[in-house]
């Protein structure tokens, strides 16, 4: 039985897993997700669910739903007829950035006392009348601000400018292996500056399992945590943020490379400006990309201002002694090691 296994042919096998794993592509929702390989015969894991979104576990939930609040004051009907028009009428903007550029006098007073209600705020999109429809406005893209969309309490209508994300991946993906970096992920049209791609899925856990399935898999071990720490201070004193975890579970977002020179930005997503713990990880183009090439996003996470912070951080983190790994993205400013 073991000569005859040795000898047989795999192809046969490596066939129909390929196509198991094509099945649960096309099961996926949104637009043609394909699967290439040209390296080698090895396919994505069999393991691997793919979500539509995030799967809560155990000691994880959003906040109760009465804390959901809708925008009362806007219609669908405002002013160009694309849901909320006018952004100090807006309360899902509550918490956006202020407009500083179109403040008067009295208003800069207010901002100055750190006095933010009643302020004009900043839409994340372009209106669904511009050339640039549904893009991310230059002033997200300069500077990652939390993005705050209408939620199922707004009465401002499904056509309402805020809604993008929510409505879920509109292009399609390609999940493809590299030749050095295992799986990578592509988009097969022309992507803008500011477009929408898909959003980081998986299971959101708590900190304490989050740190068990660490302890459990040991250093070296590939990692698809991703925490959800963009609101620190507004935690209840003793308590921790929760983890989403891609590695058993997720969307094709799982599948994208690191590169220390990204095309894509991830951006934190709000449909409830008072849930700072449970909220979408999305990502967008940062420039323009043509259709075919890999998409990428920084796995550190952060803003650099210069090229002395970047050299500063690696430094750091070498000198700390974490475990880390030769980065492979091949960008001129690669800072040359990954840590995970």
């Known amino acids: 039985m073991v000569s005859r296994a040795q000898a047989s042919k795999t192809y046969r096998a490596e066939g129909a897993i390929r196509?198991?794993?094509i099945r649960k592509l096309r099961a996926v929702n949104g637009p043609a997700i394909t699967l290439m390989n040209t390296v080698d015969s090895s396919s994505i894991p069999l393991s691997f669910e793919f979500v539509n979104e995030s799967v809560l576990g155990e000691g994880v939930y959003k906040a109760p739903r009465e804390t959901?609040?809708?925008?009362n004051k806007c219609r669908p009907q405002m002013g160009q007829g694309v849901g909320c028009e006018y952004t100090q009428r807006c309360d899902c903007l509550e918490y956006a950035p202020v407009n500083t550029a179109t403040l008067n006098p009295v208003q800069q007073a207010k901002f100055d006392a750190g006095e933010y209600n009643e302020l004009p705020k900043r839409f994340p999109y372009y209106s669904p009348n511009s050339v640039r429809?549904?893009?991310?406005?230059n002033f997200y893209l300069e500077k990652r601000h939390p993005i705050y969309e209408c939620n199922e309490d707004c009465p401002c209508g499904p056509v309402c400018k805020t809604r993008v994300v929510q409505k879920g991946r509109q292009i399609p993906l390609q999940i493809f292996k590299t030749k050095d970096r295992g799986w990578g992920l592509k988009s097969t049209v022309d992507l803008r500056?500011?477009?929408?791609i898909d959003t980081y899925?998986?299971?959101i856990l708590t900190d304490e399992e989050t740190g068990r399935r660490e302890e459990a898999a040991g250093p070296g071990k590939d990692s698809y945590l991703y925490a959800l720490?963009?609101?620190p201070e507004s935690l209840p004193q003793g308590e921790e943020?929760?983890?989403v975890d891609g590695e058993y579970m997720g969307g094709p977002s799982r599948f994208m490379n690191h590169c220390c020179d990204p095309n894509?930005?991830?951006?934190t997503v709000s449909y409830n400006k008072n849930d700072n713990r449970v909220y979408e990880i999305a990502f967008f183009a940062c420039r323009d990309i043509p259709k075919g090439e890999e998409l990428t996003f920084d796995y550190l996470d952060k803003d650099y201002e210069d090229e002395a912070e970047i050299e500063g951080a690696s430094g750091q983190k070498q000198a700390d002694g974490d475990n880390y790994i030769p980065c492979r993205c091949g960008a001129e400013r690669c800072r040359g090691k990954l840590w995970v």
Do not use: H, N, P, T
Not at 133 to 137: A, M, Q
Not at 264 to 267: E, L, T, V, W
């Open 19 to 21: 196509m198991a794993a």
């Open 68 to 71: 959901v609040l809708g925008c």
């Open 133 to 137: 429809s549904g893009l991310l406005i």
């Open 193 to 196: 500056q500011g477009q929408f």
């Open 201 to 203: 899925r998986g299971e």
């Open 229 to 231: 720490d963009k609101f």
């Open 241 to 243: 943020f929760f983890v």
């Open 264 to 267: 894509c930005k991830q951006y």
